[in-house]
């Protein structure tokens, strides 16, 4: 009788853990690996063409889970192709998982350098370090059922990527079994004087508000926090990262706060609020930078990061779920404490002028809005650019976007993890310069039972960044023809330039199933959105002020 392999125990602790696949891309130091998990069969291996594809899709696995998406390369060349996903994945707070492939042991000690090592066999170790909240070298089987366990339940308690290495030699290895997830615990005094303090200074303000942010979805806390707003009777409001939190919640939301870019009435009372409660908020520029009267967060209520400030007050090593816990407990479903007058829900644009006048991103909200009115909400993976602040203009809709990374190039590959990971249709929303980047991937989608609609935000160049400095030929990307491409790839290709033509693709691309539908949207350079004509001046407004 066969003994469990160091395989089949990961395969054992990541399926305890939530995972439910991997993406890959093979190579010779990782061969083994592969041989041993797909052998194993619980856990399939989904191979993109590139390694920022991989740990994209895997990236928004975890965020649409709430648990551990799982990237698998080779070392060097792979695993270093895999940094910037993982950074993001950091920034973001995303448990992803890192299964890199590594020389052997007599091979590391051979004397010879190796092929994709560069500069010591460790570097890419060190690298890893920089980007990821735990590690482990599974070179001693004894030891590794106990690392497994470590560095995976960090990444769950501490939501963000890990990082584990096993040599080629010793996935077919026999090995003990791994630790069962462990179960979190915390100083309950330590969060029921929190949650008290916390609760007094919203009762006793004049206007309290809630903003949620990105934790709350990567712990699992939506309902829960919906069920908190209702029973407390907050104005709920999304952060920027946090847009598309408690869409499916059943609550009012009061729309998403953008400083000076966003609704001035909105942004006027969060910047005022006398108790602004930020859940699971990312205090970063991309959240706060454009306020028009910058937030004193020293006297605002900020639970993030295992931590909760009140005031002047910090109570340190206190997990967001354990304080909303503790805040439900406190508020009984019939106590619902009168507050301020909410904001008035915002109205989001619709009704798209079905006529040949050329299409603006703004139409593009209207379209898919319209969409939206007829056939109900679709999940929504987003690059960076105007495709990002346009979706600030939809109806709210589940959204995954590198909000505050920034990175060009997630749309495609997270749409796949998206759609891969929820079973449900997504539309992804990419600018031609992302696309050019990543955007390849979707000729994989076919091979992975994946039909997801593309729209290419096709204006022949990086229009954010001409829009901050409109000098210079940089910008430029060309008119590329990305309809006849989808093709090839095995979807369908929809070219517009007009409105009507915008409306008859949408309407076309969600009749067809089975094919990934590309709508290539030929954009004028210099066609912008609103929210991102707002956002770009308030920036300049704000880091070049008028002399007074």
Known sequence: ????????RLVDALLARGAREIFGIPGDFALPLFREIERDGRLPILTLAHEPGVGFA????????????????????????????????????????????????HEAVSGLLLHHQVKQLDSQWRL???????????????????????????????????YLEIPRDLPGQPCAAVPAPAIRTWDAERVAAAADELLARLRAARDPLLV??????????????????????????????????????????????????????????????????????????????????????????????????????????????????????RCPPQARPAVAAPPAPPAYPQGLAEDDEPVAPDDIARAINDLFARHGPMPIASDVGDCLFTAMALRPSALLAPGYYATMGYGVPAG???????????????????????????????????????????????????????EGGFHDLGRWDFASMAGGM????????????????????????????????????????????RFVAAVKRLSMPEPA
């Not at 799982?70 to 060349?77: E, N």
């Open 1 to 8: 009788m066969s003994h469990p392999t160091l395989a089949q």
């Open 58 to 105: 895997a990236d928004a696995t975890a965020r649409v889970r709430g648990a551990l998406g799982v990237a698998a390369v080779t070392y060097g060349a792979g695993a270093l192709n895999l940094v910037n996903a993982v950074a993001g994945a950091y920034a973001e707070r995303v448990p992803l998982v890192v299964l890199s492939g590594a020389p052997a042991a």
């Open 128 to 162: 890893y370090e920089e980007i990821t909240a735990d590690r482990a070298r599974l070179d001693d089987l004894e030891r590794a059922p106990q690392a497994i366990a470590r560095v995976l339940d960090t990444a769950l308690a501490r939501s963000r990527p890990v």
């Open 212 to 329: 949620v942010g990105v934790e709350v979805r990567r712990y699992g806390l939506e309902a829960k926090v919906a069920e908190l707003a209702r029973r407390l009777g907050l104005p709920v409001i999304t952060s920027f990262m946090g847009r598309g939190l408690l869409a499916e919640a059943g609550i009012p939301l009061a729309g998403t706060y953008l400083g000076l870019a966003g609704d001035p009435e909105l942004s006027h009372r969060v910047e005022h609020s006398d108790a602004l409660l930020l859940l699971g908020v990312i205090v970063s520029d991309t959240n706060f930078a454009v306020s028009a009267k910058r937030i004193d967060f020293r006297h605002a209520l900020v639970a993030y990061d295992d931590e909760v400030r009140v005031g002047h007050h910090v109570y340190p090593e206190l997990p967001l779920a354990a304080l909303v816990d503790a805040l439900l407990q």
């Open 416 to 470: 796949l993890g998206l759609q891969q990971a929820s079973g449900q249709r997504p539309l992804i929303l990419v600018g031609d310069g992302a696309f050019q980047m990543t955007g390849w991937e979707i000729g994989h989608a076919a091979r992975l039972g994946l039909d997801p609609i593309v729209l290419v935000f096709n204006n022949s160049g990086w229009e954010m960044l001409r829009s901050f400095l409109p």
């Open 490 to 533: 095995g979807g369908d290709g929809h070219a517009v330039k007009t409105r009507a033509e915008l409306a008859a693709a949408l309407r076309k691309a969600l009749a067809t199933r089975g094919r990934f539908q590309l709508i290539d949207i030929r954009l004028a350079p210099g066609a912008r959105s609103q929210t991102l004509q």
